[in-house]
């Protein structure tokens, strides 16, 4: 991830721009940073909360998806319902 500005990105998401949210999101997914992406998702970023709730799907995580699904996230909905099935 060479000559990308995270700094940079994250004060601009702090100010309230979505691009630089979603683009952050985005590269915290790459790089598995689930905390990165808690801290957006507190902040209210939708693309966060659908790349972490892909992450815990890859990994099998029925507990963080029902988190996510309880709080009205439809990407962990979806796969938590993928996993449900794929269990029967």
Same mark, same amino acid.
């Given at each position: 991830m060479t000559g990308i500005d995270l700094p =940079?990105? %994250?004060r601009l998401a702090d100010e309230g721009n979505e691009e630089a949210a979603d683009r952050l999101a985005e590269l915290? #997914?790459? %790089?598995g *940073?689930? *905390?990165?992406?808690?801290?957006?998702i507190d902040a $209210?970023?939708?693309?966060a909360g659908d790349r972490l #709730?892909?992450?815990? #799907? #890859? %990994? $099998?995580d029925v507990d963080a998806l029902s988190s996510l699904a309880d709080e =009205?996230?439809?990407?962990a909905v979806s796969r938590l319902s993928g996993l449900i099935q794929d269990t029967e």
């Open positions: =940079g990105l %994250r915290a #997914a790459a %790089r *940073d689930v *905390d990165e992406l808690k801290h957006l $209210g970023n939708e693309t #709730a892909e992450l815990a #799907a #890859a %990994r $099998g =009205g996230n439809e990407v």
